[in-house]
Each structure stands twice: as C-alpha cells, then as structure tokens.
C-alpha cells in the first residue's frame, strides 16, 4: 500500500494513499484511535486559539477527539454539530452542505440546546481536515445561525487550493494517479 508522511510537531505517521474518486488519491488521516497524533494536533493548534474563544465549534466524526483534546488542555467548552437527526433534537438549526472532496451532500444539525449554548459567544471552529472548505463554510454558518460569532477556523490538515483563511498546521496533497 502506498503511504504518505505527515509530521505534526515531533509526531509522523506513514498514512495510506486511498483513492477518492478515479484517478485521484489523497492521503487518509485518521485521528481517532491515534492519542499522540491528536495531542500533538491540538497542542500545536491551541498556540492559534484566540483568548476570546468562549467555545469550540466541531463535528461528528473524526475533528471530536481533536476538539476534545483542545478543550480538556484550554479549559474551553465545545459542541459537536451532528451529520444526521438525533431522536432526541428539539427545533434544530439545518445546514446543508455540498463536499466536493468526497462528492457526496449531507447535512449538518444542532439541536436547538446546542445553539443556546453558543448564543452571543465567540466561537473557534476546529475540524480535522479543510479540502474544498464547504464543509468548513457550512459549520460557520450553523455558528451564526446560533448567533454566535466566529473568531477563528483552525484545521489540522489543509489540502487543495482553497483560499479561505483558515490556520492550519500542515499541507497535504491531493495526488492525480491517471
């Protein structure tokens, strides 16, 4: 299987080139299930965060134990948009999103106790990876709609030719096999 070396802080992992559509590979980065990767993500990260970051802002999957282990190091709280319905969610705020990495839509929620919680707040959104940023965009939308204001768009990993200001930490690449 080919590989590719991505290097945060003093951490490199060797991770697997898959292909997301024909002809184009990306390198996969996945964070759960590697605690020293994340914590060498979030560190690094957490030298980002503004000091008037009242919350996090994230998203299920992958970015929550990234969000996690910035909150449990800064002391900041954070939300976890979801990707579908939960049973449990009362009047939630709707996002579509169109990820053209992956190629598919989806939709994020947050129920509407979340957004209570980021009214009036200053929010640092924190994903794992930004490609297109249509993901990205879209979760900043979901802050605003809770009426929360966005104070900073931090990523891990920042692959493709977007130009949205986002900080991250290291470039990937987006590699055209055919």
Same mark, same amino acid.
């Given at each position: 299987?080919?590989?590719?070396?991505?290097?945060?802080?003093?951490?490199?992992?060797?991770?697997?080139?898959? +292909? $997301? =559509?024909?002809?184009?590979?990306?390198?996969?980065?996945? !964070? *759960? &299930?590697?605690?020293?990767?994340?914590?060498?993500?979030?560190?690094?990260?957490?030298?980002?965060?503004?000091?008037?970051?009242?919350?996090?802002?994230?998203?299920?999957?992958?970015?929550?134990?990234?969000?996690?282990?910035?909150?449990?190091?800064?002391?900041?709280?954070?939300?976890?948009?979801?990707?579908?319905?939960?049973?449990?969610?009362?009047?939630?705020?709707?996002?579509?999103?169109?990820?053209?990495?992956?190629?598919?839509? +989806? $939709? =994020?929620?947050?129920?509407?106790?979340?957004?209570?919680? !980021? *009214? &009036?707040?200053?929010?640092?959104?924190?994903?794992?990876?930004?490609?297109?940023?249509?993901?990205?965009?879209?979760?900043?939308?979901?802050?605003?709609?809770?009426?929360?204001?966005?104070?900073?768009?931090?990523?891990?990993?920042?692959?493709?030719?977007?130009?949205?200001?986002?900080?991250?930490?290291?470039?990937?690449?987006?590699?055209?096999?055919?």
């Amino acid at each position: 299987m080919d590989t590719y070396p991505i290097t945060v802080g003093r951490v490199t992992r060797h991770v697997p080139l898959v +292909e $997301t =559509l024909p002809g184009v590979k990306i390198p996969l980065i996945e !964070l *759960m &299930g590697d605690v020293e990767l994340v914590n060498a993500a979030a560190e690094a990260l957490l030298k980002h965060l503004p000091p008037e970051t009242d919350y996090l802002l994230t998203m299920e999957t992958s970015p929550i134990v990234l969000a996690h282990a910035m909150s449990e190091m800064s002391g900041k709280p954070y939300v976890v948009v979801r990707r579908r319905r939960r049973p449990y969610m009362q009047d939630p705020i709707i996002q579509e999103v169109q990820s053209l990495t992956l190629g598919v839509s +989806e $939709t =994020l929620w947050l129920d509407s106790r979340m957004a209570e919680k !980021l *009214m &009036g707040q200053n929010v640092s959104l924190v994903v794992d990876v930004v490609s297109s940023g249509g993901t990205i965009m879209a979760l900043e939308k979901v802050a605003i709609r809770a009426g929360a204001k966005v104070v900073a768009r931090l990523a891990a990993f920042h692959q493709g030719t977007n130009k949205l200001p986002v900080t991250f930490l290291s470039e990937i690449p987006i590699l055209q096999t055919a």
